[in-house]
Every structure is written in structure tokens, then in C-alpha cells.
RNA sequence: GGACAGGUGGCGGAGCGGUCAAUCGCAGCAGACUGUAAAUCUGCCGCCCCUUGGGGCUACGAAGGUUCAAAUCCUUCCCUGUCCA
């Protein structure tokens, strides 16, 4: 059992079984604020809180083992600083289980406007009042010290779609590259149990893709993400450029795919050999009343729900399912109702960690190739 | 009975001679959402056709009128609100 493990910074990754014939894989991650299962599915919680949830539905009524936080929102507001003075995030939002913290790289992407890239960081205008705030490989790390979470990103340069010129490309592969290892050189100082992962980069280049991943490895990081995707590419260079990545990445570290994916691709990533993923589809478009089912999305907002007396999902046995009609959750949702959003996100959820439940059972059992067949089978009739 | 103010598309409410099938908001209908500046955003929203772009019809309380042209100006009528008797 120990043959597998790896023990490195408190995060330790316990292989249990592999797909023999993809690659997928199922493990045990054994973090400061307990055990992940994995393959997993990691609710988004950017601002401290998985929006719509309480920390005693994700616990208690989910079974969340860990969820994401976002390091650029909670430096800003309410500052890592103040929360570190409560005792760190996890005492501060009351979630005692595992959390990965976002390195602010995606904000790099996301509020482009607003922000300039140079060698040395990124200098943000902060969203909320234009204040001028630079981010950098050393300053994340420090950030995600204070807030304390048990995975820690590396500040990294996440492309548009379609991307620059390739040589813009490398450049800023290099750059994420650079930042990951001043952040590692930093990182290394600190006696902690918080683990720290770089991130591949390369656009849609399988080869800057794979050179990205080879130098990162020279850091002997305790787990390896996989970013710059979702971005608006089609679905296959996604999963190209996944592919062409996982197989250089240690097989006793864990890997994480940012930012992935609708319900029908999280099994696709698994099968090529990605253990955990985050997005914030399940909680967002729950909120905005797309809801995903077995029978494929339902936009509960349709007045073909009008007078409908069914569960949102009968092959779902998550609160709002157990109890609520499809019509009164349309009612909610038009009457801009909060316990929509509520009721929403916790199915949408339930309905994103079931799959992941389901997918890990089939790898321990052997049967992940059958369940892989089942879903592509399934999407391509199914409205999903 | 008198004096004002009004009557516009499902509702509210702009427009006050042509560029008006008519700004805008709401409601309605549909779509999007992938490391969250999102309880957000987009499209449609009189009727009928070809369906890119357009073409036709009926419409701004009612009926007349002025004008090349009227939701917009004039006359009468009907209705609503406020105030005075």
C-alpha cells in the first residue's frame, strides 16, 4: 500500500488502482484536513464560499472532500492578512476539510483589462476600487501561506483563446515556467505542511506543451496541474493537450486539470489520467437555472416545467430531488427566489460528485472502459 | 356643472409633423455559461409572407379634417384622474 505513496510537504498521494487498458486511476490524497478520494471533483469556492452552500450541505449532504478558494479574491477582500489572524481560512469559513487555493493566475486571464503582465509579476488593478496591486511567484506563495490552504498554485500566465503568435506563446510558457520555479525556490524556505503545484502551460501546442511539462518536473513538485484550458477552444484540443501531458507527469503525484469540465467531459479527463478537477459550472449555471441531470440539462426556466409535478431528476437522490417538484423550483427561479440558487447548486453538485463517486468505483472495481463506453455512448443521444 | 391633466403595443412609460411597427423598463419566450468582476449575459417579443436582407398588412381612445406625409396639428365625441362648485 505504501509502495505507491509519496510523501512530500504533508501531502501524501496513495495510488489504488489503474485502468489497464486508459489511463485512469484512483488514489487516496492524504492532506492536513483529511482524506480525497480520486479521482475528484473540487467545488469552486472563490471567495470563501462554495456560493449557494453552506459548509454543513457540502460536508454533511455532499460529502465534498475539498474544495477551491481563490487566493487574488480574498487577498483583496477581506486580505490574507486578517485572515490569517483568525486562524487561517479554513477556521475563518468554517470548512474543515481540504482546501486548494488558485494562485490569482487565472485572474490573469480573466480580468486582462485590468492587469499587466511583466517579467517580474503581474500588476493588477484590483477589480473593487482600481487599486494597483502587484502579484508575484514569491508574494502568491506568501499569500496562500497566510490563508493556509493544503494545495497551493503557482502563479502562472494563462493564454486567451485562440492564441497569440507561438512565439508569444513560448515566451509566456517560459515566463510560467520561471515564475513556477522562483515560487518553488521561495516555497522551499518554509518548513510547512501545504503542498505547492506548478502548472503546464503551452496553449495548444503539444509541443510546448510537453517541454513545458519536462521542466517542470525538475522541480519534483508534490502534484502537477494542467492549465490554460476551457479557455474556448473545442473539446479535443482540451483533451489533446491533456493528453500529450499526463503521461510525462510522475505517476505517484497527483494531477489536477484547471477549470474542467461539463459533466459529460470529467470522465474523459480521468480516463486520461487526471485526478482532480474544478469548475465552476455546477455552481454557476445552477444560478442561473441550468440545471444537469441524468436526462441531460434541464433550463428549469422553460414553461414546459410550468405544471411539471417530477422531481428535477428521478435518478437523483440529492435533497432538492427527494423533495421539490420541477414547477416549484421554476417558481423559484422566476421569482429570483435565494433558496433557488440553493436548491440549484446543491443538486447541480451532488449531480457533478456522483458522477466523479461513480467513476472511482468503476476504476477500484475494473470497469472503468464499460462506464467510459456508457457516457459516450449516452452524450452523444442524450441533450447533456 | 366648471377648470386643468391625460388616453401609445400584455403592463408601466417615452415620443409631440417625415429617419416610428414606435426609445426604455417590466412581464413573456428561447439560448449561453468550463482554475467565478456572473443570483450574470445574449437574442426574440403587432400580424402574415419570402425567411441573408427584405416585402405586405393592421396599429398610438373614436370619428372627421389639414398636409405630399399625422402617434404627433385642428374639430367634435367618448373615457380616466385631480381640483373647484
Known amino acids: 500500500m505504501d509502495s505507491n505513496a509519496t510523501l512530500t510537504e504533508g501531502l ?13 486511476r484512483a488514489g487516496l490524497l492524504h492532506t492536513a484536513h483529511g482524506v480525497v478520494e480520486t479521482p475528484v471533483f473540487m467545488p ?29 479574491h480574498l487577498y483583496l477582500r477581506p486580505g490574507h492578512e486578517l485572515i490569517r489572524d483568525f486562524g487561517g481560512l479554513h477556521e475563518y469559513i468554517r470548512w474543515p476539510r481540504a482546501i486548494l487555493t488558485d494562485s490569482g493566475g487565472f485572474q490573469v ?3 486582462s483589462k485590468i492587469r499587466t ?27 496562500q501561506r497566510a490563508l493556509g490552504s493544503d494545495i497551493m498554485m503557482v502563479l502562472d500566465e494563462c493564454l486567451a483563446y485562440p492564441p497569440p503568435p507561438e512565439r ?13 520555479s522562483q515560487a518553488f525556490r521561495h516555497y522551499r524556505q518554509f518548513e510547512t505542511s501545504q503542498a505547492l503545484f ?43 493537450m491533456t493528453e500529450v501531458t499526463t503521461p510525462l507527469l510522475p505517476a505517484g503525484k497527483p494531477r ?13 479527463y480521468v480516463a486520461r489520467g487526471v485526478d482532480m478537477m474544478d469548475c465552476v459550472m455546477p455552481s454557476r449555471n445552477a444560478r442561473n437555472g441550468c440545471l444537469f441531470t441524468s436526462e441531460g440539462r434541464v433550463i428549469i426556466k422553460n414553461s414546459r416545467y410550468r405544471d411539471d409535478r417530477g422531481p428535477l431528476d428521478p435518478a437523483c437522490s440529492c435533497y432538492t430531488c427527494r423533495n421539490f417538484s420541477r ?3 421554476r417558481h423559484l427561479f422566476l421569482a429570483g427566489e435565494i433558496l433557488f440558487a440553493v436548491l440549484g447548486t446543491l443538486h447541480n453538485m451532488r449531480c457533478y460528485l456522483d458522477i466523479m463517486r461513480r467513476i472511482r468505483q468503476s476504476i477500484l472495481l475494473g470497469e472503468f472502459p464499460e462506464l467510459l463506453r456508457a457516457t459516450r455512448t449516452a452524450s452523444v443521444i442524450g441533450t447533456a
Request: proline share 5%; charged share 20%.
Open 117 to 143: 503582465v511583466t517579467e517580474q509579476g503581474v500588476v493588477f488593478q484590483s477589480h473593487l476600487n482600481g487599486d494597483k496591486h502587484l502579484f508575484t511567484p514569491e508574494s502568491t506563495v506568501d499569500v
Open 168 to 180: 508569444e506563446v513560448r515566451q509566456s510558457m517560459h515566463r510560467t515556467i520561471r515564475w513556477a
Open 256 to 268: 489536477y486539470v484547471m477549470g474542467v469540465g461539463k459533466p459529460e467531459e470529467l470522465i474523459e
Open 12 to 24: 501524501r498521494f496513495e495510488l489504488q488502482a489503474q485502468c489497464p487498458t486508459t489511463g485512469a
Open 44 to 72: 469552486v469556492g472563490t471567495q470563501g464560499t462554495v456560493k449557494g452552500l453552506t459548509p454543513a450541505q457540502l460536508e454533511q449532504e455532499l460529502d465534498a472532500k475539498i474544495i477551491l478558494s481563490n487566493t487574488y
Open 198 to 240: 506548478p502548472i503546464v502551460q503551452g496553449a495548444m501546442s503539444k509541443d510546448l506543451r510537453v517541454e513545458c511539462a519536462e521542466k517542470l518536473l525538475e522541480l519534483q513538485a508534490p502534484g502537477y496541474a494542467i492549465g490554460g484550458l476551457s479557455v474556448g477552444e473545442p473539446r479535443e484540443e482540451s483533451l489533446a
Open 109 to 111: 486571464f480573466s480580468l
Open 327 to 329: 414547477s416549484y423550483l
